[in-house]
């Protein structure tokens, strides 16, 4: 796919999870697509800026073109569309588009400068990824009931069969709806996979078993970070304070991701 398209739909949140992971993997390891990525809002940036003066400008130019009689008391009555009336209602209809766009134009000229908001989002993802990739590369089942077939879902997850590996996880669930490690199991498989929405509900599930260590609240702010929706950030933030304020599992990790927050 041309650079620029996906780079656009990345920008407005338009690709598949999948597409995402990628997109986010090349950006850390091409310095090209990242500086592609910088000047393109930084061009979006400035084309916002330069639509704000040329709105404020005719604005102005509108402004100085409306004919004094349009704010006398008493004007003489003529037909609506017609003569200086008409011109008038025109100017006045052309001056309330102008303020509509004006107003979109300053709404969205505010914000973090384009290289600041790639560079936060650059850093939080590569905290996020690294994370994954040194904790859920591999697994390792722990020993109680349902380890046989735990040993099987691991070893499929283990030859990057992750799709075998969820069913088996799935299948162990069904038995043992309050297995804490096919629950965490499951839930890792589906963040690898990209199933961001099964991923928190699985963690969420998880979360709320009494565990002695239960590192649910955690996974959970990942995927939100991983799935990367407007509101999830905030949804992330909440999660990794409370793991925070409570001291629970994965507290030092946490506190490394909110300060990117």
Known sequence: MD???TIEKYVNGQLSPVEKAAFDDALRTDPALADALAFYLLTKQAAREEARQQRRAE???LRHQLPDTAFEEETPVRPLWGGTSGRWIAAAASLVLLLGFGWYFVRFSSGLDGQT???QTTDLNTRVDQYITDNFSTLSPSMGGEADSLQTGVEYFNTDRLADAGRVFEGIL???PDNDTALKYAGVVSLRLGNYDQAITQ???LSQLDLSANPGLFYQA?????RGRPEDKREAKILLQR???EN???????ELLIEQL
């Open 3 to 5: 650079d620029f398209v």
């Open 59 to 61: 604005f102005e130019t």
């Open 117 to 119: 908001e790639i560079a």
């Open 174 to 176: 069904q038995r043992q």
């Open 203 to 205: 963690f969420r599930r």
């Open 222 to 226: 990942l995927a939100y970070l991983k």
């Open 243 to 245: 793991v925070i304020d």
């Open 248 to 254: 629970l599992d994965e507290k030092g990790a946490a």
